[in-house]
DNA sequence: GCCACTATTATACGTTTGTATAGTAATGCT
DNA sequence: AGCATTACTATACAAACGTATAATAGTGGC
């Protein structure tokens, strides 16, 4: 009986070769056809790996969710540190980076729909979901008050927390729909519309986001 | 032998009934857990029935995407024709009907999350998307043309293209995140939330949405 | 080179899955 | 009531599934 050769990996690195594994069949195949078998050939280990790293294939699937969640949230609060001219170039960069590439990705958005569609069953799906949405929100209600402040704008916590909630929704719904390569209109036009759009949310003069990135 | 006594349906009863099990089952189980046995157990019949009304599980998963978006779509058209008191009541009942029950939805969240976790590998979910993506697209086109006309707001078909795509983003987004039972806010604030936005995004003058559903 | 540790492979098992098909009971017509 | 049609049940099958476990080869330390 001939055995195949291997290398060996450290924990870390096993571990998260496996969750993109995950990730790849899920993006691929979807929660009906994403096995065991399909994940561990993915990861180029045998099936019997697998339970030495996670108890159980729901374990993984549910440590692949916080994973993907981390790297998204991760993400985006490089995007929103990033160094900036300003508040409003700031909230601008932000906006924009979530609807074009790397982040609109039709890979990206059929794994969060994936989990998404999972979330009203499973209370683990629903619990990582909403402490990723809630950091979104933190995260634009962080760059949407000082450019409420600068341009004289009602700025209240109240008021900035409703404008975060349209603003994520806008980005959710653009991102999601822009990604998914639907051939409706060219996407390349989606980081004006969401700018145009978010400076009519916070109503801000026009051209104000629009022009902090434009060349 | 006892063989369980059953009841003979039409056609079209029995394959809706189908359908809605695949549905229901979907919603609880997704697409990893909606099995041929649970779905006709669902549907109160025996698993031997589903191949006379489907020739695959496949073909029955793709036909009940397009039966729920067909309710969803149906269900959008009737909201956007029905009576109102002007372009901008019209507008503003359709934008709020989408962020209110029984729109407002875990389950119907849920299913389309799934399915759009399907859509980038699935020629035929991508397809069933994009119909509807475009008839909610071409919906809110035609409400928002006689809005904007109204206003004295730039109105060609180019403005009012960008708008739709910005409000339908905004739209879905909230009503995405807003079923979601995240327990982050009142989801009874989300038709002001949109409205104010959506007034925001076409220029409107503050109000001219919200109060065009107040009481 | 030797050895201990352990990451990894290969295999097994019981259960579940989607698909296939023969048989029969419900139902409408005469 | 009798009969023909056919919607539906029950069962079978091969393959795939998640889980479990014994064996072994890779690797670092000495």
Redesign the pocket.
């Known amino acids: ?9 450290g ?1 870390d690195a ?1 571990r998260n070769a496996l969750l993109e594994a995950t990730l790849d069949c899920l993006a691929e195949d979807g929660m ?7 994940i561990a050939e993915r990861a ?9 790293y996670f ?4 374990e993984m699937i549910h440590e692949a969710y916080a994973y993907l969640m981390g790297q998204l949230t991760g993400a985006a609060a490089d995007s929103a540190h990033a160094a900036s001219e300003g508040a409003s170039q700031a909230l601008a960069h932000f906006i924009a980076a979530n609807v074009m590439q790397p982040n609109l990705s039709s890979r990206k958005v059929s794994l969060w729909a994936t989990f998404i569609g999972r979330v009203r069953a499973g209370a683990r799906y629903a619990e990582i979901h909403r402490d990723s949405y809630r950091e979104f929100l933190d995260l634009l209600e962080a760059l949407i008050h000082p450019v409420l402040v600068q341009h004289g704008r009602p700025a209240a916590p109240a008021a900035c927390h409703g404008h975060a909630i349209a603003l994520n929704g806008l980005i959710d719904g653009l991102w999601l729909e822009g990604s998914l390569g639907h051939g409706l209109y060219d996407p390349a036009r989606l980081p004006v519309i969401a700018l145009t759009a978010a400076e009519g949310i916070l109503r801000l003069p026009d051209g104000t986001l629009v022009r902090a990135i434009a060349p």
């Open positions: 009986m001939t055995r195949r050769s291997y290398q060996r990996l924990e096993r009906g056809g994403a096995s065991v078998r399909k180029g280990v045998s099936a019997g790996l697998i339970r030495h108890s159980s294939k729901d």
